[in-house]
């Protein structure tokens, strides 16, 4: 997907990722819904299909990204083309209070659903309350 460059800034050297691909890239929309028991992100990526989908989960990071294939036809004759096509790319610092292991994701017409369960320890708990 991407491969490294160190670049020189100063005294210190920093990694850069370079896309691999030359294609445009999206960041897709998003909306971010809590929940009591966790987060739903919701992300608009139309002409994503669910194979082409990479979701990962490292050191509190979780990225998405989509490829979309170009649609224009070879022998079409495009009177007007608006529709810009590309990957989608996005990542979002994660809290500890989401447990990564049972994190789950889903696609349906390009729109991708991924539930993010909170652990057990920040989930609300009701506490009785004991009396006479």
């Given at each position: 997907?991407?491969?490294?460059?160190?670049?020189?800034?100063?005294?210190?050297?920093?990694?850069?990722?370079?896309?691999?691909?030359?294609?445009?890239?999206?960041?897709?929309?998003?909306?971010i819904?809590?929940?009591?028991?966790g987060?739903l992100?919701?992300?608009?990526?139309?002409?994503v299909?669910?194979?082409?989908?990479?979701?990962?989960?490292?050191?509190?990071?979780?990225?998405?990204?989509g490829?979309?294939?170009?649609?224009?036809?070879?022998?079409a004759?495009?009177?007007?083309?608006?529709?810009?096509?590309?990957?989608?790319?996005?990542?979002?610092?994660?809290?500890?209070g989401?447990d990564?292991?049972?994190?789950?994701?889903?696609?349906?017409?390009?729109?991708?659903t991924?539930?993010?369960?909170?652990?057990?320890?920040?989930?609300?708990?009701?506490?009785?309350?004991?009396?006479?």
């Amino acid at each position: 997907m991407a491969t490294e460059t160190l670049v020189r800034q100063g005294q210190s050297e920093v990694r850069r990722a370079e896309p691999a691909r030359t294609r445009r890239v999206y960041a897709p929309l998003v909306d971010i819904i809590e929940q009591k028991d966790g987060l739903l992100l919701v992300l608009d990526m139309p002409g994503v299909e669910p194979g082409d989908i990479d979701i990962e989960y490292e050191n509190g990071l979780l990225t998405v990204h989509g490829k979309v294939e170009p649609r224009e036809q070879e022998d079409a004759c495009y009177l007007r083309c608006e529709y810009g096509t590309g990957d989608f790319h996005r990542t979002f610092t994660v809290g500890e209070g989401i447990d990564a292991d049972k994190i789950e994701a889903e696609c349906k017409n390009g729109v991708v659903t991924l539930h993010l369960p909170k652990s057990e320890a920040f989930r609300p708990r009701r506490i009785e309350v004991k009396g006479e």
